[in-house]
T-cell receptor, first 115, second 113 residues
Framework: GAGVSQTPSNKVTEKGKYVELRCDPI?????LYWYRQSLGQGPEFLIY????????DSGLPNDRFFAVRPEGSVSTLKIQRTERGDSAVYLC?????????????FGPGTRLTVL | SQKIEQNSEALNIQEGKTATLTCNYT??????LQWYRQDPGRGPVFLLL?????KEKRKERLKVTFDTTLKQSLFHITASQPADSATYLC????????????FGRGTSLIVHP
């Protein structure tokens, strides 16, 4: 079946602009995660959804970052007033549950470049 | 402070040899430890999970050990192949929260034919 998909694959924007990144999880997966990965680093947790609700948003760096998952499937990560330091690969993952034993399946990521 | 350490230098080995990658951690009490593979331009792919009460786990050519006293996990690939060349990430999952994995920076493995 289809894996996790993310669009766009690349996004170039100017400092101060607003961007939206989309994630389509694997069908039937109730848990959805957003991570950010900088060059040479591992993925850094941003936010986790269980169904439609944000179960853990402790990784969001500040209030410029926001994410939604209104119908419990597709999720959108929104970044306001982008800064050059926001440049990174944004990864989405989904899993069937969130027991710690559930395998997370990652998408290919969206490479965000803020000029 | 909490740290997950993976060797930042690439590991270069010859095809057919066993690759051994190390993951050390401090100030964590993980319930699980996971290993992922990541290829350039792709998301991580889950490989193996080992629980805190397990010493060793195997899957085909892969073997993971977990020593909670040393606070270390070793990841072995036997009979390595050039196709095994990738970055390997370890991740710790602690219990009592959202079970969100915390990732190390990964170690690059290069298998030469």
């Amino acid at each position: 079946g289809a894996g996790v998909s993310q669009t766009p694959s690349n996004k170039v924007t100017e400092k101060g602009k607003y961007v939206e990144l989309r994630c389509d999880p694997i069908s039937g997966h109730t848990a959805l995660y957003w991570y950010r990965q900088s060059l040479g680093q591992g993925p850094e947790f941003l936010i986790y959804f269980q169904g439609t609700g944000a179960a853990d948003d402790s990784g969001l760096p500040n209030d410029r970052f926001f994410a939604v998952r209104p119908e419990g499937s597709v999720s959108t990560l929104k970044i306001q007033r982008t800064e050059r330091g926001d440049s990174a690969v944004y990864l989405c993952a989904s899993s069937f549950g969130n027991s710690g034993m559930d395998t997370q399946y990652f998408g290919p990521g969206t490479r965000l470049t803020v000029l | 402070s909490q740290k997950i350490e993976q060797n930042s230098e690439a590991l270069n080995i010859q095809e057919g040899k066993t690759a051994t990658l190390t993951c050390n951690y401090t100030n964590y009490s993980p319930a699980y430890l996971q290993w992922y593979r990541q290829d350039p331009g792709r998301g991580p792919v889950f490989l193996l999970l080992i629980r805190e009460n397990e010493k060793e786990k195997r899957k085909e050519r892969l073997k993971v050990t977990f020593d909670t006293t040393l606070k270390q996990s070793l990841f072995h690939i036997t009979a390595s192949q050039p196709a095994d060349s990738a970055t390997y990430l370890c991740a710790l999952v602690t219990s009592g929260g959202s079970y969100i994995p915390t990732f190390g920076r990964g170690t690059s493995l290069i298998v030469h034919p």
